[in-house]
């Protein structure tokens, strides 16, 4: 079975400064990594996904994730933090049937951004 | 706009006593989700139908159903309520059941139990 680990479950950051929220998975197949963004009392919005191709992957609102595999991470990166991406963020790795697809969500990372 | 609707944004209902939440969806996708969320948790899947085709996940309560009617809109029911299904409910779509497909999610309805 898959699992997703989100190392953090609070991180804190000065405006302006570089985010870096952490992702790690486990997977006997190669995965589809998938990071959402979670306003307050809102739904979760996809910020970027991985699927194949170009393990770089460039997304929504100045974030990027690099897949690598040797190390089973898919950590998220902004440069600049703003207020605005005040927020939580889950990772997803996803798995499908003939129904439907599964993520398997790891349990989050609250961002704050201090001014 | 296409987008993914839910309604009501907040729910309250007494212990026990049925509910329905409703989700609309004018992305015309073929699948869609229920998702639980409690407070500081990642959402947990609840159900999901391909056209009208449905799964529950092995761990969801029978005091939960889903309906399909047809293939904008999606209602989860729950029969009898308890304190511990107060929650954020979760609709979200997907244009196929992929594993590569992205899901659409909605506002949620928050529910409270008294």
């Known amino acids: 079975a898959q699992s997703v680990t989100q190392l953090g479950s609070h991180v804190s950051v000065s405006e302006g400064a570089l985010v870096l929220l952490r992702c790690n998975y486990s997977?006997?197949?190669?995965?589809?990594l998938f990071w959402y963004v979670q306003y307050p009392n809102q739904g979760l919005q996809l910020l970027l996904k991985?699927?194949?191709?170009?393990?770089l992957v460039k997304g929504i609102n100045g974030f990027e994730a690099e897949f690598k595999k040797s190390e089973t991470s898919f950590h998220l990166t902004k440069p600049s933090a703003h207020m605005s991406d005040a927020a939580e963020y889950f990772c997803?790795?996803?798995?499908?049937?003939?129904?439907?697809?599964?993520?398997?969500f790891g349990p989050g990372t609250r961002l704050s951004v201090l001014p | 706009d296409a987008m993914v609707i839910q309604n009501p944004r907040y729910q309250v209902t007494q212990f026990g006593k049925p509910v329905t939440l409703s989700c609309s969806q004018t992305?015309?996708?073929?699948?869609m989700y229920w998702y639980q969320q409690k407070s500081s948790q990642a959402p947990k899947l609840l159900f999901h139908?391909?056209?009208?085709?449905?799964?529950n996940e092995a761990d969801t309560p029978d005091n939960f159903q889903s309906r399909r009617p047809n293939t904008s809109f999606c209602f989860l029911d729950i029969r009898s309520p308890g304190l511990g299904d107060a929650a954020m409910y979760l609709c979200?779509?997907?244009?196929?059941?992929?594993?590569?497909?992205?899901?659409?999610f909605g506002p949620g309805t928050r529910l409270t139990v008294l």
């Open positions: 979200a779509t997907s244009r196929g059941p992929g594993d590569t497909d992205t899901q659409y």
């Open positions: 997977s006997s197949v190669p995965p589809y």
């Open positions: 991985y699927t194949t191709g170009a393990t």
């Open positions: 997803a790795v996803s798995e499908s049937d003939n129904y439907g697809q599964n993520f398997v």
């Open positions: 992305l015309n996708h073929n699948v």
């Open positions: 139908y391909y056209d009208k085709d449905f799964n």
